[in-house]
């Protein structure tokens, strides 16, 4: 008996870190378009390509039968000049494609790309998403609207100022789309619909 426990142990403890990877990866897909939930994401980006990976492009795209897609562009080298496409679908990571970029002679590359933080973040985008569903409810009375597409929007030339947050969303049952425009403060550049 004494040389089963410690097998028994070990067994233990790696269905527990089996489990704890297998959700983890999954939850991606339930996050809720919150800040709380948009943190968890960009915790996530983080995990998988580190907490100083820069990227072009960042999108949140919410499917009623498969949850969370995030789609993003990124690079943890900026000065290889290669980028990698991907899409994190229903907890699996999958590579769409290699990218090759090219900057201006006499500028670094990471002067065109951003980084999760303080100035794009995640949980401020969530949060874009929460004022934007409310907004609805108070001036329109819109009820069940739920998250389309969240998006970083980075400009090609770089220039921070010009960053957006882009929000859309849309009624439980489809139909018309709601667009926000959102600077990176917070403050609101358009409403369409």
Not at 103 to 118: I, N, R
Not at 176 to 183: G, K, L, P, V
Request: with cysteine; hydrophobic share 35%; glycine share 6%.
């Amino acid at each position: 008996m004494k040389n089963f426990t410690p097998k028994l142990k070990r067994l233990n403890l790696l269905l527990v870190l089996l489990l704890h990877v297998t959700s983890c990866s999954n939850s991606i897909q339930n996050q809720p378009a919150t800040a709380d939930g948009f943190q968890n994401i960009e915790n996530a980006l983080k995990d998988q390509f580190g907490k100083d990976a820069f990227y072009t492009d960042l999108t949140i795209t919410y499917n009623q039968s498969i949850g969370n897609i995030v789609g993003v562009t990124v690079t943890e080298i900026p000065e290889s000049l290669k980028m990698g496409q991907w899409n994190l679908t229903q907890g699996n990571w999958q590579q769409n494609s290699d990218i090759i970029i090219e900057v201006p002679v006499g500028t670094k590359a990471s002067d065109f790309m951003f980084q999760l933080g303080e100035t794009i973040s995640l949980s401020k985008l969530g949060a874009l998403v929460e004022q934007s569903i409310q907004k609805l409810k108070d001036e329109k009375q819109f009820e069940n609207l739920t998250l389309s597409t969240a998006r970083v929007f980075y400009p090609d030339n770089g220039d921070i100022s010009k960053a957006e947050y882009f929000v859309n969303l849309q009624p439980e049952n489809g139909g018309t789309t709601f667009r926000f425009r959102y600077s990176l403060n917070g403050n609101l550049i358009s409403m369409n619909y």
